[in-house]
């Protein structure tokens, strides 16, 4: 099984959308965001990729990935699978960072598939009235290391921390 990581950002209650929109403007973990996937894979759902700004799709310097049962639904420059499983496979050779990036549909599949090891989890400190969330999981089978920190500023309305969790081998 292809080894790949899962990229989000949550609240306290696990909420990560509302109205297919995200519920913050964070710049900073924007920009990790985007430094992070840069060059590698991101794989979304359709609804994910109907959310990003028209201007702002597909994200660049990315191979973007969507994720439909629409056997007719296409995007410019993007690659279209109707499993998870198979958007994956497809890039069994692949050297680049496969990372999933939501939304609460793929999450949720993702987090049932043997190679998801390594998350990148930032945690905003608030509670929205989000109707999308990422489901709950048993930390005791991951290792965390907090990577970064933001406190409050003129640019950002909340604070967060960014963690990125690696799976601890049964071995
Ligand atoms: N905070 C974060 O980090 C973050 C990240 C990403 C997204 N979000 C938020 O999450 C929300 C969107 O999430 P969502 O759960 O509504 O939608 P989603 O996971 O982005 O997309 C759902 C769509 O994926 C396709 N899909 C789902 N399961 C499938 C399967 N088993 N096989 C084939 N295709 C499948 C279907 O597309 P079709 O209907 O076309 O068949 C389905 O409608 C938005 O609010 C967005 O802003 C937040």
Request: charged fraction near 25%; include cysteine.
């Amino acid at each position: 099984m292809i080894g790949f990581s899962l990229i989000v950002a949550m609240d306290n209650n696990h909420g990560i959308g509302k109205n297919n929109d995200l519920m913050w403007h964070l710049p900073r973990d924007m920009r990790f965001f985007k430094s992070t996937t840069e060059n590698q894979v991101v794989i979304m759902g359709r609804k994910n990729y109907d959310s990003i700004p028209e201007k702002y799709r597909p994200l660049s310097n990315r191979q973007n990935v969507i994720i439909t049962r629409n056997k007719l639904f296409n995007a410019p420059n993007c690659l279209v699978f109707h499993t998870l499983d198979e958007a994956l496979n497809h890039f069994v050779n692949d050297d680049r960072e496969i990372f999933i990036i939501g939304g609460g549909e793929i999450y949720k599949i993702a987090m049932n598939i043997e190679g998801l090891d390594k998350m990148y989890i930032t945690n905003v400190n608030g509670v929205f009235n989000a109707d999308t969330f990422f489901p709950s999981f048993d930390k005791s089978s991951w290792n965390q290391e907090e990577i970064m920190s933001q406190e409050l500023d003129d640019k950002h309305n909340y604070t967060f921390k960014t963690y990125i969790y690696t799976k601890i081998s049964d071995k």
